[in-house]
């Protein structure tokens, strides 16, 4: 394999991350923004992970929340940017409220675009309020946490280069 771009480091590392915090099982709604996360995912060795595929955001997040809760393990919900992220909020509620370590885990456009108007460029840093500690914004893998809490939800917002 040769070298990995910016955003194939990015997604590796946070996925890495998200390994090491607990997750196995990955709810995976694919898009163009988070092709690069879908692809560190779908990269892991076979049998160490469940990896679910779903159409639908909201589907993904209360079905990752019922799974979250049965196992007693985070569980991650990977989402493209956009209104598409914004569709996890009332399962991270639930998620919050009732202390389960439900992971969200949302592709966004370069931080530059922030307010610009572009397409799929809504504020998703912090998206989720107090629904969601830890809450990282992160454009390199430097900026990811040493740790997640997994205690109750979380969020990262990954910020990949156009």
Do not use: K, W
Request: glycine letters at 10%; hydrophobic letters at 45%.
């Amino acid at each position: 394999m040769g070298r990995l771009s910016a955003n194939q480091a990015l997604a590796v590392s946070v996925v890495e991350r998200l390994r090491a915090s607990g997750v196995r099982t990955f709810c995976v709604c694919p898009g163009g923004r988070n092709a690069p996360l879908v692809e560190a995912i779908d990269g892991l060795p076979a049998g160490l992970v469940s990896i679910l595929s779903f159409f639908d955001e909201r589907s993904a997040g209360f079905f990752a929340l019922g799974r979250a809760r049965r196992d007693g393990r985070p569980v991650a919900v990977v989402t493209t940017s956009g209104t598409a992220a914004a569709e996890l909020l009332p399962a991270m509620v639930e998620a919050h409220y009732s202390s389960v370590p439900l992971m969200a885990v949302t592709a966004d456009r370069p931080r530059p675009y922030r307010g610009s108007g572009a397409p799929q460029a809504i504020e998703q840093a912090g998206l989720f309020g107090v629904y969601a500690a830890p809450s990282v914004d992160v454009e390199t893998p430097e900026e990811l946490p040493d740790t997640l809490t997994v205690g109750g939800p979380a969020h990262i917002n990954v910020c990949f280069a156009e």
